[in-house]
Structures are given as C-alpha cells and as structure tokens.
C-alpha cells in the first residue's frame, strides 16, 4: 500500500471540497507544492501530450 505526504491528503482532500487547484497553499516549484498538486489531481486520467491514446486522434 502506497503511503502519501501530508500535502497530499490536503490536495485531495481539497478537490473532493469543490476547491480550485489555485487552493494550493504552497510556494509554487516546492516539493509541498507538487505533492499538493498530486493528491488534488489523482482522479484525474494522465494526459499523454505526445502521443494520442489508442484509440483516440
């Protein structure tokens, strides 16, 4: 089972809020930050920008 920071229970907790992703109360580049931003998107399907998925495109 996969452990998360701090920062991530408040991220996810945050979109399950109705909160924007500009909730973030970290210094934007921080490790805080990026782990914020990883718990508020984690429902959210990974884009792939350089390549369409099979399928689509």
Same mark, same amino acid.
Do not use: F, I
């Given at each position: 089972?996969?452990?998360? =920071? !701090?920062?991530? @229970?408040?991220?996810?907790? !945050?979109k399950? =809020? &109705?909160? /924007?992703?500009?909730? @973030? /109360?970290? *210094? !934007?580049? =921080? +490790?805080? =930050?990026?782990?914020?931003? !990883?718990?508020y998107?984690? @429902? %959210? *399907? %990974? +884009?792939?920008? @350089? *390549? /369409?998925?099979? &399928?689509e495109?």
């Amino acid at each position: 089972m996969a452990t998360h =920071s !701090a920062q991530w @229970d408040e991220g996810k907790a !945050a979109k399950q =809020s &109705g909160a /924007p992703y500009t909730a @973030d /109360p970290y *210094r !934007a580049g =921080s +490790q805080e =930050s990026a782990d914020w931003l !990883a718990g508020y998107t984690d @429902d %959210e *399907r %990974e +884009q792939n920008v @350089d *390549r /369409p998925e099979p &399928g689509e495109g």
